[in-house]
Each structure stands twice: as structure tokens, then as C-alpha cells.
Nanobody, 119 residues
Framework: VQLQASGGGSVQAGGCLRLSCAASGSIVSINLMGWYRQATGKQRELVARIESDGSTSYADSVKGRFTISRDNAKNTVYLQMNSLKPEDTNVYYC??????????????WGQGTLVTVSS
């Protein structure tokens, strides 16, 4: 299973970006999908996550600004980021809990995509 993230880039404060992450491979189903972020020298932190039924949760720092969604048919998770702030500057990683065709469930990470917000 591979997770391919895209959509990062550089924006000014107040701008927006949309991240995408597509899972591929021997996938039967995907339960939890999410986005984490990590700044240099800091621990990775949860940004948002979404269950297979569409229920979501967010870090307090992004509530009201970020929206997570998913397309189950495409095995893809999205993160719409609005009203971006300089402190949102991080490498963003997508994750997925995947049931594969050998009937094993594992947690996978994408390669990370850099978001830079300038003031």
C-alpha cells in the first residue's frame, strides 16, 4: 500500500491550500484516514481525522479553518485549509488504516508535503 500526498506549497497568510492523499495497492477497505503535521524539531501532531462513516475530529488550532473529507471510491482523503497562518507552516503527512487483501490491517503513512505560510 502506498499513500501519495500532493497539494502543498507556499501561500501568504490568509490564503488557502487543498491537500490530497490517494491510497493505492491491495486494498480491501480503509477505516480511519487523517492528516498530521510536524515542524522541524517538534513532535508530529494530529491535524484532523475522518472515519469511514464520515465522522471527523480536528485539532483545536485548526477548527473552523480546516476541513477534512474523503472519497471512498477513490481511496482519497483531502484537507481543505483556509485562513492559513504562519504557524500552520509544517510538513503535512497523511495516514490511513488499511485492510489489505491478505486480511491484515496496518497503519500507513504518506511521504509528507510541505506547506509554507508567509506573513
Amino acid at each position: 500500500v502506498q499513500l501519495q500526498a500532493s497539494g502543498g506549497g507556499s501561500v501568504q497568510a490568509g490564503g488557502c491550500l487543498r491537500l490530497s492523499c490517494a491510497a493505492s495497492g491491495s486494498i480491501v477497505s480503509i477505516n480511519l484516514m487523517g492528516w498530521y503535521r510536524q515542524a522541524t524539531g517538534k513532535q508530529r501532531e494530529l491535524v484532523a481525522r475522518i472515519e469511514s462513516d464520515g465522522s471527523t475530529s480536528y485539532a483545536d488550532s485548526v477548527k473552523g479553518r480546516f476541513t477534512i473529507s474523503r472519497d471512498n471510491a477513490k481511496n482519497t482523503v483531502y484537507l481543505q485549509m483556509n485562513s492559513l497562518k504562519p504557524e500552520d507552516t509544517n510538513v503535512y503527512y497523511c495516514t490511513a488504516d488499511v485492510l489489505t487483501r491478505d486480511w491484515r490491517r496496518n497503519h500507513y503513512w504518506g511521504q509528507g508535503t510541505l506547506v509554507t505560510v508567509s506573513s
